[in-house]
């Protein structure tokens, strides 16, 4: 997987990369961010005209029904840069572009291959914005970009393996480092540190006190939220339930709390940014992500069953509002003996936030609001 890998790291760097899926060779390029330079030099070096891939949401956002897959949008070459924006992730499409030019994109979808799938599982791998460029390399211009991979200035990566990058390695989670660290609600505590295979993320254990492991753990799986965690940040109740997690685990007599890697229901803080924006011109939290062409939650707990199965737990106490936090857990052999509620305070700038999590994500939030009225 070092490939895919350092792949991740070149799309994150402007670079494009190459994917080899059968006898197609299909060069992928970042949307964000891509500058004319760089999208002319993909078309240089293809021999083709880049066109674009979207992901199903973004799909659905530009109004295309029923949009179970992704799609590969052809586009003009006139018009790779001039409204790359406003068809990968603009927040009116139609005011970038033109009715009757939208309804002509829509008609030019092209069914999504397995390099387009690819390309989108290694943007939303490495946290950029799920469309991504792609141009299939012209016959004429092979041995030029084999050329080009084998003096190290272009990476290939096979299709299959960068679809897959998204799964990451079951158990193969590494305990990396530790220390005691007290904090202001639970003056015994042990923070350990685990690396995913890749190199990408890093989560932390907070063990609080001594926990009987034999008993159900009482437990909290946070997702990292910079504004509200270290910010106090308004539009959201993150930071308010970490604190009062870390207080009720210590009260219960000592738990863990992980803390995730998962910035924004897992589409990174740049996307979070720009999601919020959006919510600023009426949009809710999950139709925000839609635009951007991201799922309502694209949080995979994989990695907190591999925490905890490193930790020695198997039976937990779990503090959440969310269900699918439950689940993911049942599924991955974790055995939910409780839930408990976990509430932060309702406030003028996260109620419409709360509201969606409860009205349209399923959390189990009515005693929040049933407290305000």
Known sequence: MHQVE?????????????????????????????????????????GTTPALVLSRHRLA?????????????????????????????????????????????????????????????????????????????????????????????????????????????AGMLRRVSEARIPLADADDCRFILFREPDGMREHVAVVIGDPALESAVPLRLHSACLTGDLFGSLRCDCGEQLRKAVAEIEALGGGVLLYLAQEGRGIGLANKLRAYTLQDSGLDTLDADQILGFGEDERRYGVAVDMLDALGIRRVQLMTNNPLKMAALTEGGIEVVERQALYGTLNDHNHRYLSAKADRAGHLLDEVFRARR
Not at 9 to 25: H, K, N, Q, T, Y
């Open 61 to 169: 956002a530009l109004g295309v029904e029923p949009a179970t897959r992704a799609a590969r949008l052809p586009l003009p070459a006139e018009e790779v840069t001039a409204r790359l924006g406003a068809l990968a992730y603009g927040a009116a499409p139609v005011a970038g572009l033109g009715q009757a030019r939208l309804e002509a994109c829509r008609a030019a979808l092209q069914p999504a291959e397995v390099a387009d799938l690819a390309a989108l599982a290694l943007m939303r791998r490495a946290l950029l914005v799920p469309s991504a460029l792609v141009a299939r390399v012209a016959e004429a211009r092979r041995d030029e970009v084999a050329a080009a991979v084998a003096d190290g200035t272009l990476l290939a990566v096979e299709a299959e393996q960068a679809a897959r990058c998204l799964e990451g390695a």
């Open 6 to 46: 350092r792949a991740i790291f070149d799309l994150r760097r402007g670079l494009p990369v190459l994917l080899l899926a059968g006898e197609s060779r299909v060069l992928v390029q970042a949307v964000e961010g891509a500058a004319q330079a760089a999208v002319s030099r993909l078309d240089e070096l293809a």
